[in-house]
Antibody, heavy 120, light 107 residues
Framework: EVQLVESGGGLVQPGRSLRLSCAAS????????MHWVRQAPGKGLEWVSG????????GYADSVKGRFTISRDNAKNSLYLQMNSLRAEDTALYYC?????????????WGQGTLVTVSS | DIQLTQSPSFLSASVGDRVTITCRAS??????LAWYQQKPGKAPKLLIY???TLQSGVPSRFSGSGSGTEFTLTISSLQPEDFATYYC?????????FGPGTKVDIK
């Protein structure tokens, strides 16, 4: 069974940093792109960042470009999101999602999310 | 960046109703569109991909259509478990934007 388990969320002050992790199991991790998606409380979904299987292609939402860095360690079946210069508007539930290979990067499945709260 | 709009943003319907949600892209995205269902407190779930392909395990009352800039998600006969929020997403190019969502509520 494919499982994605996020961790690393918590309460952090504005301007500080946080590193999220996503532990993957049940599939050949280095065959697939991976993504981070966030959802602010009571709001819709926002794609944050994505990384190809070999880290050769990376993308970011404009809202996080220059502040967040996505990475992966295929030997550890893990995805990461380094978040710097955090702002109140980064407060959200952060999901990791596996991108499929069948003609598109459809997100399936998703983890259960880790909550990041940016507040003083 | 490609923007997605969804209509309606909120829909009140009864069990058994036929429901249609529209998603429009600001530029052509071929068939690189997915639909997700999200229930309160849960992670989103993939329903439809490549605009019209039903994800394995998803009931056949769900269907998708469209290409280019206009897409629809149809639920042929709404069931109690279908009350949720539905999002479209374009995967044509980064950033992989989502639509703002359509909440389907019980009438």
């Amino acid at each position: 069974e494919v499982q994605l388990v996020e961790s690393g969320g918590g309460l952090v002050q504005p301007g500080r940093s946080l590193r999220l992790s996503c532990a993957a199991s049940g599939f050949t991790f280095d065959d697939y792109a991976m993504h981070w998606v966030r959802q602010a409380p009571g709001k819709g979904l926002e794609w944050v960042s994505g990384i190809s299987w070999n880290s050769g292609s990376i993308g970011y939402a404009d809202s996080v470009k220059g502040r967040f860095t996505i990475s992966r360690d295929n030997a550890k079946n893990s995805l990461y999101l380094q978040m710097n210069s955090l702002r109140a508007e980064d407060t959200a539930l952060y999901y990791c999602a596996k991108g499929r290979n069948d003609g598109g990067n459809w997100f399936d499945p998703w983890g259960q999310g880790t909550l990041v709260t940016v507040s003083s | 960046d490609i923007q997605l709009t969804q209509s309606p943003s909120f829909l009140s319907a009864s069990v058994g109703d036929r429901v249609t949600i529209t998603c429009r892209a600001s530029q052509g995205i071929s068939s690189y569109l997915a639909w997700y269902q999200q229930k309160p407190g849960k992670a989103p779930k993939l329903l439809i991909y490549a605009a019209s392909t039903l994800q394995s395990g998803v009931p056949s009352r769900f269907s998708g259509s469209g290409s280019g800039t206009e897409f629809t998600l149809t639920i042929s006969s709404l069931q109690p478990e279908d009350f949720a929020t539905y999002y479209c997403q374009q995967l044509n190019s980064y950033p992989f934007t989502f639509g703002p969502g359509t909440k389907v509520d019980i009438k």
